[in-house]
């Protein structure tokens, strides 16, 4: 193997394995908050401030927009954070792809499928965000 082939090879093990650890950051923290819906989130957030600030009902009503609007935000964020992050996970795997041997490209052909179903079950491109069972969080099951 040539120096320049052992030194791309190490630099898309590296990319590979910061593309997991971004991705499986992202799917721990989804497993956290998938027990407890974003709008209940929010509501105990309201709640507590409503408490801790004695609001009044008017406050309360224009403190439960502002909180939907931010979570709005924030998910739009995510969205396009997950989008990057796919983007370049598929730069790093085109740059994989040809220091490979065919049986090699097919393992990992197999392997990128499985992250984008990951990315996509997480809220990723082209998925909605899906509790650990399948259900979008929020959503009752029937």
Do not use: C, W
Not at 60 to 75: F, Y
Not at 90 to 107: F, G, H, N
């Amino acid at each position: 193997m040539t120096r320049g082939r052992a030194a791309m090879l190490l630099l898309a093990v590296f990319l590979l394995g910061a593309g997991s650890g971004v991705m499986g950051t992202i799917a721990l923290g989804r497993l956290r908050t998938a027990r407890f819906p974003a709008n209940r989130i929010e509501r105990m957030a309201v709640r507590r401030l409503a408490h801790r600030l004695d609001l009044d009902d008017e406050q309360r009503r224009m403190v439960r927009q502002i909180t939907a609007r931010a979570r709005n935000q924030m998910e739009r964020i995510r969205e396009d954070s997950l989008a990057r992050v796919d983007a370049v996970l598929d730069q790093a795997y085109d740059e994989i792809r040809p220091t490979l041997r065919p049986d090699q490209v097919e393992k990992l052909d197999r392997i990128r499928q499985e992250a984008r179903r990951r990315l996509r079950r997480q809220g990723g491109p082209d998925g909605p965000r899906q509790a650990p069972g399948g259900e979008p969080p929020g959503r009752p099951v029937n």
